[in-house]
């Protein structure tokens, strides 16, 4: 089995910062692209950024300049650096990877638990 837990989130002031971290373990052969989601209350969980496993990236227009996601492909964890945070970036933000484990030629798509980041005004 393969397992992504998220860790990070927090109360934080608007403008302030937060590091959160995903840490991808169990039977992992290889993992291809990694992102960060989000989910506010009342909408739809969106794509926040994604790093593939040679490190190109892509951002949602609204984290642009303010996130920046990296990974350390030998730890199996993904990051999302985030500054100059606002109110409206409040949601439960979700770890996800594309991993293929040992044994398998297939990837498959994993969640992790997800971890509460709030910004207060």
């Known amino acids: 089995q393969v397992q992504l837990v998220e860790s990070g989130g927090g109360l934080v002031q608007a403008g302030g910062s937060l590091r959160l971290s995903c840490a991808a373990s169990?039977?992992?052969?290889?993992?291809?692209?990694m992102a960060w989601y989000r989910q506010a209350p009342g909408k739809q969980r969106e794509l926040v950024a994604g790093?593939?496993?040679?490190?190109?990236?892509n951002y949602s227009d609204s984290v642009k300049g303010r996130f920046t996601i990296s990974r350390d492909n030998a730890k199996n964890t993904v990051y999302l650096q985030m500054n100059s945070l606002k109110p409206e970036d409040t949601a439960v933000y979700y770890c996800?990877?594309?991993?293929?484990?040992?044994?398998?030629?297939?990837?498959?798509?994993?969640w992790g638990q997800g971890t509460q980041v709030t910004v207060s005004s």
């Open positions: 169990g039977s992992i052969f290889s993992i291809n692209a």
């Open positions: 790093i593939t496993s040679g490190g190109s990236t």
């Open positions: 996800n990877a594309d991993v293929r484990r040992r044994g398998n030629l297939l990837a498959y798509n994993y």
